[in-house]
């Protein structure tokens, strides 16, 4: 199975600041990785897909990259909605695993 | 506009079974892979079981093989996840989610269902 770490657990940012999130494979993925929003009591909701290709009406200031095993998540400039958890999945084999995610918290 | 919606959750006693319910709507349901993702209460996601669009082939998390049966019917655009010999460890809300076209990535995710294993 693939272990996915993320880090940190917790990030506090302030508004219009720079969220940087990281995300590690215990082996490679090649770019298989995708990432996700779960803002509170709501569903998650696909942010990047293939490491760094945004979803349908995902906001530009959202940008993934990474290759391998190391994965970042950066978000340019967080506006409110954007504090939420965010977690990083593998695609590239079975079992599916998902990071144990970051929270984006306001500072 | 592509939504996915589940049902069928619920209180269930230890060892109790239960079949969950997906309907899909707004896209050709039966060319996309269909999955099953699970967040237990205050914990982060674990992907429990996925299904081609065919239905032939299947996969599950070893926490549940032998246990969870996903299933669909193409012609009724439904997905199902039926779950047997439940354990508190199960409790959880379980997410229905579309695979993207070459199953990168899941996308839409259902608004979920809440499953409570508990005598």
């Known amino acids: 199975e693939i272990v996915m770490t993320q880090s940190p657990a917790t990030l506090s940012v302030s508004p219009g600041e720079r969220a940087t999130l990281s995300c590690w494979a215990n082996?490679?993925?090649?770019?298989?990785l995708a990432w996700y929003q779960q803002r509170p009591g709501q569903a998650p909701s696909l942010l990047i897909y293939a490491a760094s290709s945004r979803a349908t009406g995902v906001p530009a200031r959202f940008s993934g990259s990474g290759s391998g095993t190391e994965f970042t998540l950066t978000i340019s400039g967080l506006q409110s909605e954007d504090f939420a958890i965010y977690y990083c999945q593998q695609y590239d084999n079975w079992p599916l695993t998902f990071g144990g995610g970051t929270k984006v918290e306001i500072k | 506009e592509v939504q996915v919606l589940e049902s069928g959750g619920g209180l269930v006693q230890p060892g109790g079974s239960l079949r969950l319910s997906c309907v899909a709507s707004?896209?050709?349901?039966?060319?996309?892979?269909m999955n099953w993702v699970r967040q237990a209460p205050g914990r982060g996601l674990q992907w429990v079981s996925s299904i081609s669009g065919s239905g032939g082939t299947t996969y599950y998390a070893d926490s549940v093989k032998g246990r969870f049966t996903i299933s669909r019917d193409n012609s009724n655009n439904t997905l199902y996840l039926q779950m047997n010999s439940l354990r508190g460890d199960d409790t959880a809300v379980y997410y229905c989610a579309k695979s993207r076209v070459g199953r990168t990535g899941f996308d839409p995710w259902g608004q979920g269902t809440l499953v409570t294993v508990s005598s």
């Open positions: 707004g896209f050709t349901f039966s060319s996309y892979a």
């Open positions: 082996q490679t993925v090649s770019t298989k």
